[in-house]
C-alpha cells in the first residue's frame, strides 16, 4: 500500500519535500471511494484530511427540505480546506462531500496536522494555497447567487465544469444541475433548451456538449 502512496504523492504532489512525502507514507493510508458514495456527512465529525490523488468529490450543503447547494469540487492534487479546518478545531462539519467520480484520496489522520504545519514549509504553503484557493471559489459562488441571473449562473457553472474535466462532453442530468444551483429541474431545462438554440451546446440523454468556445 505504501508504493500507492508514494506513486500519488511523486505524480500529483510532486512539489512535497523528501521528508513529508516520507512522513506521509508511514503515517497515511489511500483510500478507494467509488463513484456514488457519500465520503462526509453534516454533523460528523471527521477523523482525516483528504488528499485526492484522483476522480473528483463534490461538496454541497443540504437544507431541511433535501434539497442540495453545490459548494465547489475536488479535483487531483486539491485538499478539502474545510476538513482542514474542522480537523484543526475539531469541530463537526457541516458540509457534505460525494464522489462524483471513481476517487483515490490520501487519508492524513487528524493527529498529524499540527505536527505537518510545524515540520514542513511544503505542506504549510500547499494549505495556505488550498484555503485561498477555496475562498476565491466561494467569493465567485456568491457572486453567481448575489448579482446573477439564473442563466448566466447556468453558463458559468457548465463552462467551469468543462474546464475542469477538460473535455468537450459531461455526463449530467438536468435534475443533478437543479440540485447544485439550488433551483428545479424545469427551469434548468428551460435554460439549457435556449442555450442549445443559441448553439452553444448540444443536448444529448444525460449528457451535455459543449460547441461553442470555452
Known amino acids: 500500500m505504501s508504493e500507492d502512496i508514494s506513486y500519488y504523492l511523486d505524480t ?38 483528504l488528499l485526492i490523488g484522483s476522480g473528483r468529490v463534490k461538496l454541497y450543503r443540504q437544507g431541511d427540505d433535501g434539497q442540495e447547494a453545490f459548494v465547489y ?7 478539502c480546506a474545510l476538513s482542514m479546518i474542522c480537523n484543526t478545531k475539531q469541530e463537526a462539519s457541516e458540509i ?12 492524513i489522520p487528524i493527529q498529524l496536522m499540527d505536527e505537518l ?4 514549509k511544503t505542506w504549510y504553503y500547499f494549505v495556505i494555497a488550498n484555503y485561498r484557493a477555496r475562498f476565491e471559489e466561494l467569493l465567485v459562488v456568491f457572486d453567481n447567487v448575489v448579482f446573477k441571473g439564473m442563466d448566466e449562473r447556468l453558463e458559468f457553472y457548465l463552462k467551469n465544469r468543462f474546464r475542469t474535466t477538460k473535455t468537450s ?10 440540485n447544485d444551483l439550488n433551483t428545479s429541474r424545469e427551469v434548468i431545462s428551460r435554460l439549457l433548451k435556449k442555450m442549445e438554440q443559441d448553439q452553444k451546446i448540444r443536448l444529448q440523454r444525460n449528457s451535455i456538449e459543449w460547441v461553442a468556445e470555452v
Open 12 to 49: 500529483v504532489f510532486a512539489d512535497f519535500e523528501p521528508e513529508l512525502k516520507q512522513h506521509l507514507i508511514r503515517e497515511c493510508s489511500l483510500k478507494k471511494i467509488p463513484a456514488g458514495e457519500v465520503i462526509m456527512r453534516a454533523g460528523q465529525y471527521i477523523k482525516h484530511t
Open 117 to 120: 504545519m510545524q515540520k514542513y
Open 96 to 107: 457534505m462531500a460525494k464522489a462524483l467520480e471513481d476517487t483515490v484520496a490520501i487519508l
Open 169 to 178: 462532453q459531461i455526463l449530467i442530468t438536468h435534475h443533478q444541475i437543479a
Open 73 to 79: 469540487d475536488l479535483q487531483p492534487g486539491n485538499a
